[in-house]
């Protein structure tokens, strides 16, 4: 199987700037979504900071895979997989010095979701709200869990729709990039089949576009490019509160 990429990203109707940032490394088989925060230019820093760090980290250790890392490794995890994490780590640390030694840009942050294709499958690694999901067969299915205050509401008590929906604090998040020195990275192993599509994104577009238009544009759209599109322009005709970003991967023959 091979894979189709496309990737796209969109400011939005309520936003004047754009803090999201993608990153599309076919060479390393990386795919990457990051949702900055803190404010004008802070935000674009810290997503844009994580996308170069995961590029020269994976560059790094692909032309040298017995360089040091700066992390011990897993024993728990393959080499692959800890090679993921680390260079998530590596990009929250730098994001969080960055943020130290730099007034203007304390408090900055991002969250990341990654999705690293190797031999033996496919390894998703997130730290946020931002998203992946899955769609096979026709059923879409979300294949991380959201690093929010909201989401760690809904596991304590059970909330009805109606207080989900009228929640007062959705975009508090309990876990990104750059909020303290160290981070826990989430990770998970999963092995694709021909026709899946994998779909990466911000809150921009997993807030305001349901589950359902998600599955039903992308079964009914006759390419990846117009799917980013059609998901994009969905999230704004639903009010584009935020920035919108995804990234859409496809196995074919």
Same mark, same amino acid.
């Given at each position: 199987?091979?894979?189709?990429?496309?990737?796209?990203?969109?400011?939005?109707?309520k936003?004047t700037?754009?803090?999201?940032?993608?990153?599309?490394?076919?060479?390393?088989? !990386?795919?990457? /979504?990051? =949702?900055?925060?803190?404010?004008?230019?802070?935000?674009? +820093?810290?997503? *844009? @900071?994580?996308i170069?760090?995961?590029?020269?980290?994976?560059?790094t250790?692909?032309?040298?895979?017995?360089?040091?890392?700066?992390?011990?490794?897993?024993r728990?995890?393959?080499?692959?997989?800890n090679?993921?994490?680390?260079?998530?780590?590596?990009?929250?640390?730098?994001?969080?010095?960055?943020?130290r030694?730099?007034?203007?840009?304390?408090g900055m942050?991002?969250?990341?979701?990654a999705?690293?294709?190797?031999?033996?499958?496919?390894? !998703?690694?997130? /730290?946020? =709200?931002?998203?992946?999901?899955?769609?096979?067969?026709g +059923?879409l299915e *979300? @294949?991380?869990?959201d690093?929010?205050?909201l989401?760690?509401?809904?596991k304590?008590?059970?909330l009805?729709?109606?207080?989900?929906?009228n929640?007062?604090?959705?975009n508090?998040?309990?876990?990104?990039?750059?909020?303290k020195?160290?981070?826990?990275?989430?990770?998970?192993?999963?092995?694709p089949?021909?026709?899946d599509?994998?779909?990466?994104?911000?809150?921009?577009?997993?807030?305001?576009?349901?589950?359902?238009?998600?599955?039903a544009? !992308?079964?009914?759209?006759? =390419?990846?490019k117009?799917?980013?599109q059609?998901?994009?322009?969905?999230?704004?005709e639903?009010?584009?509160?935020?920035?919108?970003?995804?990234?859409?991967a496809?196995?074919?023959?």
């Open positions: 199987m091979r894979i189709e990429i496309a990737g796209q990203t969109d400011v939005g109707r936003r700037h754009n803090e999201d940032n993608f990153a599309i490394f076919g060479d390393f088989g !990386l795919y990457l /979504v990051a =949702d900055g925060m803190g404010g004008h230019a802070s935000g674009e +820093v810290a997503s *844009q @900071l994580a170069d760090t995961m590029r020269e980290f994976f560059a250790t692909q032309d040298d895979p017995d360089k040091t890392w700066p992390y011990k490794m897993d728990t995890k393959g080499y692959e997989e090679r993921l994490v680390t260079g998530i780590k590596l990009s929250n640390l730098r994001i969080f010095e960055t943020a030694n730099n007034p203007a840009q304390r942050g991002t969250t990341i979701v999705l690293f294709v190797t031999q033996q499958g496919v390894y !998703l690694a997130h /730290v946020g =709200d931002s998203r992946i999901y899955r769609l096979r067969d +059923v *979300q @294949l991380t869990e690093h929010s205050l989401n760690d509401y809904k304590m008590k059970h009805t729709d109606e207080e989900i929906a929640f007062p604090h959705k508090v998040i309990v876990r990104a990039l750059g909020m020195e160290t981070v826990k990275v989430d990770t998970r192993f999963e092995e089949r021909l026709g599509i994998m779909v990466l994104c911000s809150d921009g577009l997993a807030g305001p576009v349901s589950d359902e238009d998600i599955q544009i !992308l079964m009914s759209s006759p =390419d990846l117009t799917a980013t059609r998901l994009i322009d969905r999230a704004n639903n009010g584009g509160p935020d920035n919108v970003t995804c990234v859409l496809r196995w074919v023959q």
